[in-house]
């Protein structure tokens, strides 16, 4: 039976971060930015390190469910934080030289894993996300197992639907590079940070 529930807890949290992932954010831009300027296997490095702070901000939402119901307004301040940070990347992409569109595919990946978790970090959504999903789900006595090994495996569920993303937009990135550059030319970062800019005005007048 406790075999069940943890096969369970993991199917079931990586269809729900999966899905959640397919939300424009720092780490699929990330993704895809280094799929252009590098590999597919950096790409998919960089995906792997955005996926890793799930396990941190799901484990914590396991801790305090009740937190979002303590302090009101939460939530709200952010999703302003989360925009902010899709700015500041969006203006970052518009200054940052173009790389050559056939010289990189060779390059030796370096720290990717690293920057990728950093741009995960800096996803201030993920906690309250996480926090309104399992106090949801425990409201269907879903994820209600005390056991450790149920709850463990939930949080690494996570990750790996998380990451499956990551993977897949790596992929057809990697597998469309050339018609990025044939497309966007020398241009394609202010196109790509002109996305990022506007993405972040959509969401700001969401939330006002």
């Not at 424009?24 to 960089?46: D, E, R, S």
């Not at 201030?124 to 005390?146: A, D, E, G, H, M």
Request: glycine fraction near 12%; proline fraction near 3%.
């Amino acid at each position: 039976m406790i075999v069940w529930h943890i096969l369970e807890a993991f199917v079931l949290a990586g269809l729900i971060s999966f899905a959640g992932s397919v939300q424009l954010g720092p780490v699929n831009f990330g993704t895809i930015q280094t799929a252009l300027n590098k590999n597919k296997k950096a790409a998919i490095l960089f995906g792997f390190g955005g996926s890793l702070p799930e396990l941190l901000y799901c484990g914590l939402a396991f801790g305090s469910s009740n937190l979002l119901s303590q302090y009101e307004g939460l939530e709200d301040y952010l999703k302003y934080l989360t925009t902010g940070i899709l700015f500041v990347f969006g203006i970052y992409m518009m200054f940052q030289k173009p790389s050559e569109g056939g010289t990189k595919t060779g390059q030796k990946s370096g720290k990717e894993v690293w920057r990728g978790m950093t741009f995960g970090l800096l996803n201030p959504q993920l906690y309250p996300f996480w926090l309104i999903i399992i106090t949801n789900l425990r409201s269907y006595n879903l994820v209600t197992n005390p056991s450790w090994l149920v709850q463990g495996a939930f949080v690494v569920g996570t990750a790996a639907g998380a990451f499956l993303l990551q993977y897949l937009v790596a992929a057809v990135t990697t597998r469309k590079r050339e018609f990025v550059y044939m497309k966007l030319t020398t241009n394609y970062n202010k196109v790509f940070g002109g996305i990022i800019l506007a993405v972040a005005l959509v969401q700001l007048v969401i939330n006002l």
